[in-house]
């Protein structure tokens, strides 16, 4: 393998990553998302109690995390690049952990207090599941990224 | 791996923004090499080569402890 061709191997593996992204305005505008589902979400628990409401808000948090997780930064060099892969590797193994970890905790110790039956126990829901992968995402890249400044 | 990053770009009286735009990464990026909290890729490394008008081994070094190993055979 030649020089060059090594250069553009390693250019299109990078180039695969950047296939999956949208553009930079995309963030705002999943922040923006978010922003308007929390209010709504907010809202609708003290005063309107809608469960319609509620569940559009809830799945609009999810869909902006999303946005905000998937669009490109500024400039989406080889380092953003790899602070994203790890990123979404400790989103993986600290959703799992949590899933499984917090829920029966939290449970146990509720019930412990109470002193109600194990049959109370309550399983994580898919919303819950998925705002913990994309928030521990989120949050974790933009920790990586102020690390590396 | 050590990296004498920060001394080529001295050589060249170039800031962190400058040497970042004309090889096409972000100044993080530079900045995070020359702490050596990220190692580049290969086509970051002979972009600086090219760069520098040095080989790559001129500038990034292995650690000891990355040496490889003798051939016990």
Do not use: H
């Not at chain 1, 559009?56 to 892969?85: F, N, P, Q, W």
């Not at chain 1, 109600?116 to 928030?135: P, T």
């Amino acid at each position: 393998m030649n020089l060059k061709s090594f250069i553009e191997c390693e250019r299109k593996s990078l180039e695969k990553m950047k296939r999956y992204q949208l553009p930079n305005r995309f963030k705002k505008i999943g922040i923006g998302i978010i922003i308007i589902s929390l209010v709504t979400f907010l809202v609708n628990k003290f005063s309107i109690e809608n469960i319609d409401l509620k569940l559009t808000a809830k799945y609009g948090i999810l869909v902006g995390l999303l946005l905000v997780s998937i669009s490109k930064e500024k400039i989406e060099d080889e380092l953003i690049t790899s602070l994203r892969m790890q990123s979404y590797t400790f989103a993986f193994i600290a959703g799992v952990i949590i899933t499984l970890l917090t829920n029966p905790l939290f449970n146990y110790i509720a019930n412990i207090i109470s002193q109600k039956q194990q049959e109370n126990f309550q399983e994580v829901g898919d919303w819950e599941i998925l705002w913990i992968l994309l928030s521990v995402q989120v949050f974790y890249f933009e920790f990586l990224k102020r690390m590396n400044k | 791996m050590k990296n004498r990053l920060k001394i080529e770009r001295a050589i060249l009286d170039l800031t962190q923004d400058e040497l970042a735009n004309k090889i096409g990464v972000s100044r993080q990026t530079i900045s995070s090499i020359e702490k050596n909290r990220y190692v580049p890729s290969t086509v970051l490394a002979l972009k600086l080569s090219l760069l520098f008008e040095k080989p790559v081994n001129d500038f990034f070094e292995l650690e000891d402890s990355e040496m490889p190993m003798p051939n016990t055979v």
